[in-house]
Each structure stands twice: as structure tokens, then as C-alpha cells.
Antibody
Framework: EVQLLESGGGLVQPGGSLRLSCAAS????????MSWLRQAPGKGLEWVSL????????YYADSVRGRFTISRDNSKNTLYLQMNSLRAEDTAVYYC?????????????WGQGTLVAVSS | EIVMTQSPATLSVSPGERATLSCRAS??????LAWYQQKPGQAPRLLIY???TRATGIPARFSGVGSGTEFTLTISSLQSEDFAVYYC?????????FGGGTKVEIK
């Protein structure tokens, strides 16, 4: 059974930093691209970042580029999101998701999410 | 950035009736369009990819059509578990973008 378990969320002050983790199990982690997406309270879905299976290629939304860094440790089956210079508008539930196999960039498995609140 | 526009924002439907949801892209995305379902307090679930291919385990009452800029998700006979918010997503261009969602509520 595919499982994705996010951790690391919490309350942080504007300008602060936080690192999210996503522990994956039940599939060959090193064979799949992975992604972070977020959902602000009461709002829709926003794609944040994506990393390929080896970690050699990364992609970012304009809203986070230069502040957030996606990475992975395939030996630990874990995906990370380092978030720096956090802003109030980064407040959201952050989901990690597996990118579907094949020529699609869709998300076939999602974690339950971790809440990041940026406030003073 | 490709802007995805979903309509209507809210759709009121009786159980057993058909629901038709629309998604429009600001420029052609070919068939690179996915649909997701999200229930309150839950993560989204992939329903459709490639505009019309059902994901694993998705019931046949869910169907998708369209290409280019106009797409439709149809739920042929709404079941109680289908009342949720539905999002479309394009994956032709970076950044990946989602529509604002359509809430399907009980009439």
C-alpha cells in the first residue's frame, strides 16, 4: 500500500524557516518523481514544486522560487521541502504527492497534509 | 501561466441526477488535463488524466471529454459519496496550474 506521511509543519513567524518532510512507503520511491502542493485555508489547490526521480531536476512555482528548495533522499525514501523567508501568504496545508507513472504530470497518491501557519 | 477557469463555482444536484462540470484553459493544453475530487478534510484524489482516461479504481460513472481549451467532467448518476469539490489541472506547461474548483452539493 502506497503511503505518504508529511511532517514538519507548524507556526512560524514571517521571515522564518521551516523544513517539511514526507516519508514514503509501499512503492519504489527512487523510480518516481515527487511533488509538493499546497492549499490555503478555504482555497483551491496550488502546485509548489516537483523533483524528478533521481533528484537531478527540480521545478518551482514562481511564488516560491528562490525561497523554497525541494530535495529528496532516496536512501531514506524521504522527500523534503526547505522553506525560507516565509510570508503570510505561504500559510496553507502542504501536501506531498507522487507523480503518476507515464507521460503525465499528474498526482496519483497524496499524503494527508501538514499545516504551515505563518504569523506573528 | 495557463489560467484554468472552472464553472460553475457551485452545482446543486439531486442524488441520481447527472452533473456536468466545465473547465476552460486560457490557451490550448492539448489533452493534458486531469480532474481531481476532494472531500472535506481529505487529500485530493485523481479521477481522470489525459482528459478522458479514468485513473485506477475510478467508477465508470465518471467520464471526461475535451481537448484544446474546453473540457468537461460528467458524473452520470450522482451517488452520496460524489458530493465534493472537483478540480481540473493542466500539465502541458510549467507551472502546473489548477482551476478554482467546482463544489457539487446536494440539492
Amino acid at each position: 500500500e502506497v503511503q505518504l506521511l508529511e511532517s514538519g509543519g507548524g507556526l512560524v513567524q514571517p521571515g522564518g524557516s521551516l523544513r517539511l518532510s514526507c516519508a514514503a512507503s509501499g512503492f519504489a520511491f527512487n523510480s518516481f518523481a515527487m511533488s509538493w502542493l499546497r492549499q490555503a485555508p478555504g482555497k483551491g489547490l496550488e502546485w509548489v514544486s516537483l523533483i524528478n526521480d533521481s533528484g537531478s531536476s527540480t521545478y518551482y512555482a514562481d511564488s516560491v522560487r528562490g525561497r523554497f528548495t525541494i530535495s529528496r533522499d532516496n536512501s531514506k525514501n524521504t522527500l523534503y521541502l526547505q522553506m525560507n523567508s516565509l510570508r503570510a501568504e505561504d500559510t496553507a496545508v502542504y501536501y506531498c504527492a507522487r507523480v503518476s507513472v507515464g507521460a503525465t504530470v499528474t498526482f496519483d497518491y497524496w499524503g494527508q497534509g501538514t499545516l504551515v501557519a505563518v504569523s506573528s | 501561466e495557463i489560467v484554468m477557469t472552472q464553472s460553475p463555482a457551485t452545482l446543486s444536484v439531486s442524488p441520481g441526477e447527472r452533473a456536468t462540470l466545465s473547465c476552460r484553459a486560457s490557451q490550448s493544453v492539448g489533452s493534458s488535463l486531469a480532474w481531481y475530487q476532494q472531500k472535506p478534510g481529505q487529500a485530493p484524489r485523481l479521477l481522470i488524466y489525459g482528459a478522458s482516461t479514468r485513473a485506477t479504481g475510478i467508477p465508470a460513472r465518471f467520464s471526461g471529454v475535451g481537448s484544446g481549451t474546453e473540457f468537461t467532467l460528467t458524473i452520470s448518476s450522482l451517488q452520496s459519496e460524489d458530493f465534493a469539490v472537483y478540480y481540473c489541472q493542466q500539465y502541458t506547461y510549467w507551472p502546473l496550474t489548477f482551476g478554482g474548483g467546482t463544489k457539487v452539493e446536494i440539492k
